[in-house]
């Protein structure tokens, strides 16, 4: 049977499409993807097999196709059982790579807007088939748990591709084909124009993956890129590299399927002792970057590529601010799986709680001193993750000792300079790999004076109690952490409408988001795709908003052509 055109796949996925514009517009929920992994939900079986095909994949050479192989590469070792995961990759040549992604670029810029979101949209969905199986190459590199695995670099992650696809098919669209055009010029008369249209990407993008979530951000970048004409170098982190060389292997087999030149979509891997990534982002034909990780390395991308399109998410010292509890066990529940959640290795955990020193108030009239605050978040979060298997889920692994080495390090610093520990980080013992590396939130208090301890994301489970004067003043502190240090996600409780009203205008001049009484109902830090922002752009966590226009329409530019109409056409 023939494969698939490009215009057949647009108008199988064409009511996807429309829904996911919908969406856009609505900012209300919607999925085509399945984003849990219960059995009730997939065909029997599946669970298993995407086990077995991740099993399958250790220990040997990864099949992967494509140019400028040089030699072998990969030393990936599992958070959960401290062995490597055996596997070695291509280590491939970037002008070989970069050659092959500008010949590539030629036949994928002679499809239209349509036929590239068929394309799109079919390599989604080749996707989620395989989600079950890079559940497991994501908790066996990053250290997220299964759940988390499955869904946020599953589902939720195809979301905000599908998301990224969806604007930049907006941005495409809103430059027509053709026109006609008429003006008069005096005695010159009237003047006819015919005028044509064509989009043009801006070149090779280098995608720069993370190590916690190799895909959450890397999937909006790719479909951002593929969709607005540019091919794409995905660049994953030396122990992530295996989610996403199961995606492009994937996105590589749809292309071809279609007709189409797989080199659109290539991968360079390296080892941390031979980098790679500053040799693809100085590279002549590097056009685009798209740059997830340390705020280091993406102030240095921003300050250091200025002649390149540069989309950075890096770090955030994400604040809570308590004021007053209306529901205080729901509301510190809901913060303590914040802190839980991953072992805090989200861009969107939460870090700073900023507390009034004489207590925050609660419904019945009464107060909880700052005391009893941080006890009642600490004595949570040791509940949570008390049983081993509540905590395994919850928690998941710790992806890098260098999180650990943090804990320890701000422990020792916390207590010299007089602060207190409220609550032990502790390993747990998970219950089906008893060699994870594992890390319980450390809970310690310190002055807000003290921003030395606290001013910066710490990418480890901690959680500073930090005894602000009043309210205004944990207020103001947060907001202006936000602005200077930067934030993903910020959080306020609060039952006083006045103090919320002045919360979100002190957080919009941050350029932070804010998130109001999040309860335990939901993880309070998930961020929704075709309804959340994600970054704002505004302060130093990221110059780059998943997903907006802006985050799409300069991946292009426009070339014009036009002839004067002719006579008789012009009557």
Known sequence: MASPSARALYEQHKAHLEAGLAACASRAYWSPFVESPSGKL??????????????ALLGKPYDFDQPGET?????EVSPYTGKPLGIDYPDCDPDVLFAAARRAMKGWQA????????????????LEEQAFANAHATMHTAGQAYLMAFSGSGANALDRGVEALVYAYKALRDVPASAGWSKSFGRGGVVSLDKSYRTRGRGVAVVVCCATFPLWNAYPAVFANLMTGNPVILKPHPNGILPVAMAVTRMRETLVKAGLDPDMVLMAADEREAPVTIALLEHPDCAIIDYTGSQRFGLWIEQ??????????????NGVVVESLADPDGMIGGLANGFCGFSAQMCTSPQNVHIPANGVALPDGGSMS???FGQALADTIAARTADPARAAALCGAVQAQQSLDILADIRSRVLAAGGRVVLESRAYAHPDFPDART???????????????FGEELFAPVCFLI?????????AHAAELARTRGAISSYLYSSDRDFIERAQDAFTDAGASLWINMDQRMPINFAAAYSDYHVTGLNPAGNACLADLAFVAQRFRIVQFREPRPAEAAE
């Open 42 to 55: 997939h065909a029997p079986g599946r669970a298993e097999e995407g086990l077995a095909r991740f099993k």
């Open 111 to 126: 499809l239209d807007a349509e036929e590239r979101a068929g394309i799109c949209f079919e390599m989604a969905f080749a």
């Open 304 to 317: 250091n590529c200025r002649d390149r399109l540069v989309y950075t998410e890096t770090a955030g010292c």
């Open 370 to 372: 700052f005391q009893a």
């Open 71 to 75: 030699g072998r590469i990969g030393h």
């Open 467 to 475: 005894r602000e004067p009043d309210r205004d003043a944990a207020l």
């Open 439 to 453: 890390a319980t939130p450390l809970v310690v208090e310190v002055e807000a004076s003290q921003t030395e301890l």
